[in-house]
C-alpha cells in the first residue's frame, strides 16, 4: 500500500462546476499537507499549504485536513479552463528534516469551456 | 521572482551512457532536492541535499548518485543509464525557514 493514495483521473467538468480533489494517507503521524499544481509541460507550484486539521480558504480554493480519517481534500469552487492542470497532494512528517514530502500520485483535471 | 532552472527541458540518451543532469537556483536556499515523475506514480524522491557537499538517499537512488560542490547547484548523474530511466527529472529546493519547495520546469529524459 502507497503511503499516499490520489485518485489519477482524469477528471473532466464543466466551466462553473465545483471540483472536489481526494487524497487518502496511511501514516498519521504526517502534520504538514500541500497541494501543488502542475500545467503541461510545466514544475509543479505550490498551490495551498495547511498545518494539522482545519480548513484553510484562499480565493476558489478550500483545502481540509481530516487527520482522524486520514484525508485531505481540495475544493475548486466556480472552475475555469485555466485550472486545468495535474494536482499534486503532498505531505510531510516533520517542518525540518530538509523538508522531505511524500507525494500522491496526481489527478488530472480538464474543465471544458 | 524565485528561480530553479534545469540544464535540459529534453535529453535523448543510449543505454550505458553517463549522463548529468544539472540544477540552479537563484534564492540561496540550503535544500535541494531531484525527483522523478511517472505516470501513475507521481513524485518519488531520488536524493536531496541539505547543505553543501551533504546528501541524503531518497526512496529510490538506485542507479543515480548526485553533486553538490556549491550551494546554487545540484547535479543528478547517471553513471550507466538504463530504458528504465526514462522519466521525467525535477529539481526542487526549499529554504531551511520556509514552506514551500520551488520546482523547476522539468527535464524529459528518453533512454534508447
Known amino acids: 500500500q502507497k503511503e499516499v493514495e490520489q485518485d489519477p483521473g482524469p477528471l473532466s467538468v464543466p466551466e462553473g462546476a465545483i471540483v472536489s480533489l481526494n487524497c487518502t494517507y496511511s501514516?498519521?503521524?504526517?502534520?504538514?499537507f500541500m497541494w501543488y499544481r502542475q500545467y503541461s509541460r510545466k514544475g509543479p507550484e505550490l498551490l495551498m499549504y495547511?498545518?494539522?486539521?482545519g480548513n484553510k480558504e484562499d480565493g476558489r480554493f478550500t483545502a481540509q485536513v481530516d487527520k482522524s480519517s486520514k484525508y485531505i481534500s481540495l475544493f475548486i469552487r466556480d472552475s475555469q479552463p485555466s485550472d486545468s492542470a495535474t494536482y499534486l497532494c503532498a505531505m510531510s512528517l516533520f517542518y525540518n528534516q530538509g523538508g522531505k514530502l511524500i507525494f500522491g500520485q496526481g489527478t488530472e483535471l480538464s474543465v471544458k469551456p | 521572482d524565485v528561480k530553479v532552472t534545469q540544464s535540459s527541458r529534453y535529453l535523448v540518451k543510449r543505454t550505458g551512457e553517463k549522463v548529468f543532469l544539472e540544477c540552479v537556483q537563484d534564492?540561496?536556499?540550503?535544500?535541494m532536492f531531484w525527483y522523478r515523475q511517472d505516470p501513475g506514480l507521481g513524485l518519488r524522491l531520488i536524493y536531496f541535499s541539505y547543505d553543501v557537499k551533504m546528501k541524503e538517499k531518497g526512496d529510490i537512488p538506485e542507479g543515480y548518485s548526485v553533486s553538490r560542490e556549491k550551494k546554487e547547484r545540484f547535479s543528478l548523474i547517471l553513471e550507466s543509464a538504463s530504458t528504465n530511466q526514462t522519466s521525467m527529472y525535477l529539481c526542487?529546493?526549499?529554504?531551511?525557514?520556509?514552506?514551500?519547495?520551488?520546482f523547476g520546469p522539468g527535464t524529459r529524459l528518453t533512454v534508447l
Open positions: 495547511t498545518y494539522s486539521s
Open positions: 501514516n498519521s503521524a504526517f502534520q504538514y
Open positions: 526542487a529546493s526549499r529554504s531551511s525557514t520556509g514552506n514551500e519547495q520551488f
Open positions: 534564492m540561496d536556499h540550503e535544500n
